[in-house]
């Protein structure tokens, strides 16, 4: 009987899989005073997968990092909020391989088997001088319940932490899997999001488990935008230490699929998670684009409606102003008929035949107050479909950008 693969109603994030610690600690980097400085660590080896930004403009860590996933393998992940390290030249690339060097020197491992993460101001230096300071005191507070801690250091304009879990059995073995992950602005990923970290007991091989963050990415986190805007710094990345005690996943059979729909539940809900607290959002919106040419003019479609600053301010003034919808629909440069193209906002049909529909105005302006709003857009050109995440665009978007710097 095939597993059916469900989240856990409370997650148990990045420490619910055998051998993983993490702890998030207050290293003084956030004029705040909040967390600021995360470490997940497992003692037995993880083959590691990673995503990046395809920004041009990377962030020195993404640079660090992506020398670690070139390995395979990994014992751990340090992030810090607070200062993204992005164009910070020839220091910034310095002290984030600093960062895993005296990381690694703490854990007794290799500067190679360290992740490093950064998320906050653009252009400021790393004070990597604090960190090098804390991270004794990070590696000696580190635990097997950390997971929440790690969570909030990783925040930047966040209202809350990203977190998602869930559970399984290959090979006889039971497998835990956890996430926490952060994104609330610069959110429009092509990779993944702003900082995500995942684990999992499971035993895989590198090129495996690449190849499921790869297809996972592409169906969740590269689904989302709040603003439009990509980030210096994204990376979505994947330990896996095999403490289950598994045979060893290395072929494309049965087991790699349950996991890879494991992974896919786990991004999905994160990269939901992430849409529905974009930086000053009041609604989370779904768009459903079916009946495309292929993916990519279905996805198309729905990233163009849902970057559509016109159809982001109607609906946080909660107006059906279907206009704008199916406006944004038309030039997105996916094959599209007006004359055969329905738009529908919670069921509801409100444009076909190539003009506006009769709809119960009570029963639209309802679903427009409400917090989640599904938009359908059906093209009627073939079979394909695809499902964007977003969020309205609101004042309080404007102010939190406004003032960010100062």
Not at 186 to 196: D, G, K, Q, V
Not at 309 to 315: D, G, I, M
Request: proline share 2%; charged share 15%; with cysteine.
């Amino acid at each position: 009987m095939k597993q059916t693969i469900t989240l856990d109603t409370i997650s148990q994030g990045v420490t619910y899989a055998k051998g993983f610690q993490a702890i998030g600690i207050q290293a003084g980097l956030k004029k705040s005073g909040k967390h600021d400085l995360a470490l997940i660590y497992t003692a037995k080896k993880a083959a590691v997968a990673g995503t990046f930004t395809q920004n041009k403009v990377a962030a020195a860590p993404v640079y660090v990092s992506k020398e670690t996933v070139a390995t395979g393998t990994a014992h751990a992940i340090i992030s810090n909020a607070g200062c993204a390290n992005a164009c910070t030249g020839a220091q910034g690339l310095a002290d984030a391989h600093t960062m895993a060097k005296a990381t690694a020197a703490a854990l007794h491992c290799e500067p190679q088997d360290i992740i490093v993460g950064s998320t906050g101001i653009i252009g400021q230096q790393l004070p990597i001088q604090d960190i090098t300071k804390a991270i004794p005191t990070l590696v000696d507070s580190l635990t097997f319940d950390g997971s929440e801690l790690a969570g909030k250091a990783i925040l930047t304009t966040d209202t809350y932490s990203k977190t998602a879990s869930t559970h399984f059995t290959i090979d006889g073995k039971d497998i835990h899997m956890g996430a926490i992950a952060k994104g609330s602005g610069m959110i429009r990923p092509n990779m993944a999001t702003m900082l995500c970290y995942i684990t999992t007991d499971l035993a895989i091989t590198p090129t495996l488990l690449q190849k499921a963050l790869h297809a996972c990415v592409a169906k969740s986190f590269n689904m989302i935008s709040v603003d439009g805007d990509m980030s210096t710094n994204d990376m979505a990345i994947i330990l896996t230490n095999g403490a289950a005690e598994n045979t060893v996943i290395d072929t494309e059979n049965e087991d790699f699929y349950l996991f890879q729909e494991a992974l896919m539940a786990i991004t999905v809900s994160l990269a939901k998670q992430i849409a529905a607290d974009g930086e000053g959002a009041s609604k989370f919106i779904t768009i459903n684009v079916e009946g495309a040419t292929d993916f990519e003019n279905a996805k198309l479609v729905g990233m163009t409606i849902a970057n559509s600053p016109l159809v982001k301010t109607a609906f946080f003034g909660e107006d059906p102003n279907w206009g704008r919808l199916i406006c944004a629909a038309g030039y997105a440069g996916a094959p599209m008929n007006p004359d055969t193209t329905v738009l529908k906002i919670g069921g509801i049909t409100i444009f076909k035949n190539g003009m506006g529909a009769v709809y119960n105005e009570k029963a639209l302006k309802d679903i427009m107050s409400s917090h989640d709003i599904t938009v359908t857009v059906e093209l009627n050109e073939g079979d394909a479909n695809a499902t964007v995440w977003t969020c309205d665009l609101t004042y309080d978007y404007v102010k939190i950008n406004g003032e960010y710097h100062t």
